[in-house]
């Protein structure tokens, strides 16, 4: 799609050498020539503008003179959005230009067209009324949305879906997130399905988590399954009383954040476990964390490591930190040095 901050022509043209411009055949030529009108602000050239929407033969330059009038808020853009998306004689890309105008006026009218959008035979259009649906209340239509993640055949929209429905705090939609996790063939899928779960923050999901990041294999859907186990529950600890098992669920994370530390191949995932078993500052998670901290190699997992030792805050293992300190490996030294400063401090 057309980008509004494509850089614009050096000289600057009158209106009317505009208009000659914008006659030529060359498509480059009147693309350029409407570049020239985004800082003029007079209703003349909001005019030229829908002049141009209606009668140029390249989307590309329609599109641009779409964005600008969306940029100058013309008072007619809705009849304008509303038109181009009807008329289905338009290019795609254009349609799907106007659906995405029509997500940001955020009006009665124009989230109709998003709830018709979303039938559209498009799937740039119906990519983009999914999207614009962000800054509506959507609860409503939740059942429609579950049903486009459950039977489109388009990875772009079950994608969409799955994006909008870490927005919303309904169980309907953790559990269909839950279900994507566990059971989607698409590995970008299952960790699109993890960072919803992350925003949706429920502590029902943590089980789900640990069970789908002891089978998941594609390396960043592990990392984005530990992040949201990690994230999720700090985000809950303040309130750990009120949450009937907590302790359980939490011991279940943490064998299954130290396992996956210990043994998984991917630094990048032994890292981030380690990261998200500071956040849960578990003393009992202290004498695995000290073990790993003797047996890794890699400095990056080790800094977070000792990071994490720090933030817990006890006092026992200074020796190992001490130790830590001497490494040859500047984050490592830095990052010992750090925690044992943390320590002195409590």
Request: charged share 25%.
């Amino acid at each position: 799609m057309t980008d509004l901050n494509a850089e614009k022509p050096p000289e600057q043209l009158t209106l009317q050498q505009i208009k000659l411009q914008l006659q030529s055949t060359n498509p480059f030529e009147r693309f350029n020539a409407v570049l020239y009108l985004k800082d003029m602000q007079t209703p003349e050239v909001n005019d030229l503008l829908k002049t141009i929407i209606n009668k140029d033969p390249d989307y590309i330059v329609c599109e641009l003179a779409l964005l600008l009038l969306f940029d100058k808020q013309d008072r007619q853009l809705f009849e304008i959005v509303k038109h181009l998306f009807f008329d289905t004689s338009e290019h795609r890309y254009l349609r799907a230009r106007a659906i995405w105008i029509a997500g940001k006026l955020q009006t009665k009218e124009a989230y109709q067209i998003l709830l018709k959008a979303l039938n559209d035979t498009s799937e740039e259009v119906k990519y983009w009324a999914i999207i614009g649906l962000q800054n509506y209340n959507f609860k409503s239509i939740l059942d429609q949305l579950l049903k486009l993640l459950t039977s489109s055949r388009s990875q772009m929209i079950r994608r969409a879906v799955i994006w909008l429905l870490g927005k919303v705090q309904v169980r309907p939609a953790r559990v269909a997130l839950e279900k994507t996790l566990q059971q989607d063939t698409t590995a970008t899928n299952r960790m699109l399905a993890a960072w919803a779960l992350h925003r949706i923050k429920a502590i029902e999901s943590i089980q789900v988590l640990c069970r789908a990041l002891e089978k998941e294999s594609f390396e960043l859907a592990k990392r984005e399954i530990v992040f949201a186990i990690g994230n999720i529950l700090q985000h809950h600890l303040s309130r750990k009383e009120e949450i009937e098992g907590f302790e359980k669920i939490k011991d279940i994370a943490v064998r299954i954040l130290s396992r996956t530390l210990l043994r998984d191949q991917s630094y990048i995932v032994r890292r981030v476990c380690a990261e998200a078993l500071g956040k849960l500052t578990d003393q009992r998670t202290v004498p695995n964390l000290v073990e790993i901290l003797g047996t890794d190699t890699n400095p990056f997992v080790r800094r977070e490591i000792i990071l994490s030792l720090g933030k817990i805050g006890d006092p026992s293992v200074k020796e190992a930190l001490k130790s830590a300190k001497k490494s040859n490996y500047k984050i490592v030294s830095e990052a010992a040095y750090q925690a044992l400063q943390k320590l002195r401090e409590n």
